[in-house]
């Protein structure tokens, strides 16, 4: 895989994590660390395209089945490819059926493009990730031979510590802040061989502890804002994603934006060419926390 180069187009495929949730700009919609990175890569170079196909909620069979092979197509420098975090966190999950999946879109990808991204994804520190870690891991190993066996990169966002910090992590405990997408566009910025511009493995600075009746009025918030429904869609096999379209699914031109410089310390946390794809999506609810779970999922 050829680094520090000069990408010319970009395809972002995978679930919530890669579609931006919920690092929210003022219209409303979802940025990301996929957006921040193609405005990066944008700056660099002129007639700069890009595609976002990821969707929330997608398990790694649909990401494989509806994103994978329109991917390839588009023939992009740089494709990334982020999931199977969803199907770890459902009740029955066949790991060899996961694998195989996640094989076929690697196989799909890695001789489209120049560069295929893979990841090892974060998770907020918490007991919802200590009961899944080993499914996670299982997944990261595979992700970790899929590297090898196709000359992929990888970017390690699990092993960094700093990722596991609730700070970073959305009210919804789901998906990550702008401060933690951010930092993860550094990291895949890092690991395609370009100059680092922040440490984004650095901790964040100390903080009170709230107190046990703060932390359980807060559990019991989120239970019922967030977690209950979540688990109402698991149970009954329905998906956030059901519906929805990826926010840009052609490889169009995309146009860098002037973007934040790196901040001393995180902002707080949010409060409580032909495709097939349609152009847009009306079904897209960007405010709608009770949206499926990304990062961990």
């Known amino acids: 895989m050829q680094m520090n180069a000069d990408y010319t187009s970009f395809v972002a495929v995978g679930d919530s994590f890669t579609e931006g949730m919920s690092d929210r700009l003022p219209d409303g919609s979802y940025r990301g660390w996929a957006d921040l990175l193609a405005a990066r890569l944008a700056a660099r170079t002129p007639g700069f395209r890009y595609a976002n196909l ?52 690697v196989e799909l990808l890695a001789p489209s493009c120049r560069t295929l991204v893979l990841m090892r994804s974060p998770g907020r520190n918490g007991p919802v990730m200590d009961r ?44 990550l802040t702008p401060e933690g997408h951010r930092r993860v566009a550094e990291a895949v910025w890092q690991t395609l061989g370009f100059p680092a511009q922040e440490d984004w493995t650095a901790a964040l600075p100390p903080a009170a502890v709230p107190g046990w009746a703060t932390r359980r009025a807060g559990d019991l918030w989120f ?4 977690l209950g429904p979540w688990v109402g ?37 949010a ?13 897209h609810r960007p405010g709608d926390l009770r949206e499926g779970p990304g990062g961990l999922v």
């Open 233 to 269: 869609r698991r149970l009954t096999g329905r998906s956030s994603g059901d519906g929805l379209v990826p926010k840009r699914p052609e490889l169009l031109p995309y146009d860098a934006v002037p973007l934040p410089p790196p901040s001393a310390s995180p902002p707080p946390s």
């Open 132 to 175: 899944f870690r080993p499914r996670m891991e299982e997944l990261f190993a595979h992700v970790d031979a899929l590297a090898a066996r196709h000359g992929a990169l990888v970017v390690d966002l699990y092993g960094s510590g700093v990722l596991g910090d609730p700070r970073l992590w959305d009210v919804d405990r789901l998906h």
């Open 54 to 105: 990821a969707v929330r909620g997608k398990l790694i069979g649909q990401i494989t089945d509806e994103q994978a092979e329109p991917a390839a197509a588009m023939r992009a420098d740089l494709v990334t490819l982020v999931g199977g975090l969803n199907d770890t966190l459902r009740p029955r999950c066949d790991m060899d059926r996961v694998r195989g999946r996640l094989t076929r879109a």
């Open 223 to 226: 239970a019922r804002r967030h």
């Open 271 to 283: 409060s409580p060419s032909s495709s097939p794809f349609p152009s847009s999506s009306p079904a």
